[in-house]
């Protein structure tokens, strides 16, 4: 998706940046884990394939990728960003008559970064960002019956369940936004920045160049 194309978010523990080209050998390696194949429901592609499906994630309208990096490592300035990568972030309009519906998948890949937080933390920012940027009103998350770290977040997050598939071994669960809500969700991120992506890139590198 082109909205956020330009856009990088600071929250307290991660730090969100489109994903882009550069981003794809990585998080190609991790989609060659079984465990992550059937807990994302993803088939194993080739990398030129990979490198396929990142162009059209960021041409398709229907569809807004993060990935996300790990704070702590990003601040010191000394990796690059594919060394800070932990995960991935995603909406996916499910209905483009109505753009107010939308899944969100997160996938903390890094087994070390798992368990840590840094799961609820993306969910919480990207859910602010659907509704800020995207105008999105209902949530929906599809999780693996047996993820049952993954289930506890998002209940954390107050959705509910309306669905349960037998096919699929998943369980939907459902989030309507209320202003309620959205200000409880808004007290548990505490700060979060956003700015340009691409301006944000040459003050780093300026910085490493000095």
């Avoid at 978010?9 to 794809?24: A, L, M, W």
């Avoid at 840590?116 to 602010?128: D, L, S, T, W, Y």
């Avoid at 209902?138 to 998002?154: C, E, R, W, Y």
């Amino acid at each position: 998706m082109r909205v956020n194309v330009d856009t990088l978010i600071r929250g307290q523990r991660v730090v969100f940046v489109p994903y882009k080209t550069s981003h794809v050998k990585r998080y190609h390696g991790w989609m060659q884990d079984p465990v992550l194949l059937r807990l994302t429901a993803s088939k194993p592609l080739s990398l030129t394939e990979e490198y396929k499906l990142q162009q059209s994630w960021c041409d398709d309208g229907d569809k807004c990728t993060f990935i996300i990096l790990k704070k702590e490592l990003w601040d010191k300035g000394q990796c690059t960003e594919e060394e800070c990568m932990i995960g991935d972030v995603n909406v996916f309009l499910m209905d483009l008559d109505d753009p107010s519906l939308a899944e969100i998948v997160v996938m903390i890949a890094e087994a070390g970064s798992r368990g840590r937080g840094f799961g609820k933390e993306a969910a919480a920012i990207m859910m602010q960002f659907g509704m800020q940027t995207l105008g999105i009103k209902t949530f929906q998350a599809k999780i693996d019956v047996g993820n049952h770290p993954s289930l506890s977040m998002f209940r954390k997050f107050a959705f509910e369940e309306v669905a349960r598939s037998k096919v699929f071994q998943e369980v939907i669960l459902q989030r309507a936004v209320t202003s309620e809500w959205q200000s409880w969700l808004q007290a548990t991120l505490g700060i979060v920045t956003e700015e340009s992506y691409i301006k944000s890139q040459a003050r780093r590198t300026a910085r490493v160049m000095r």
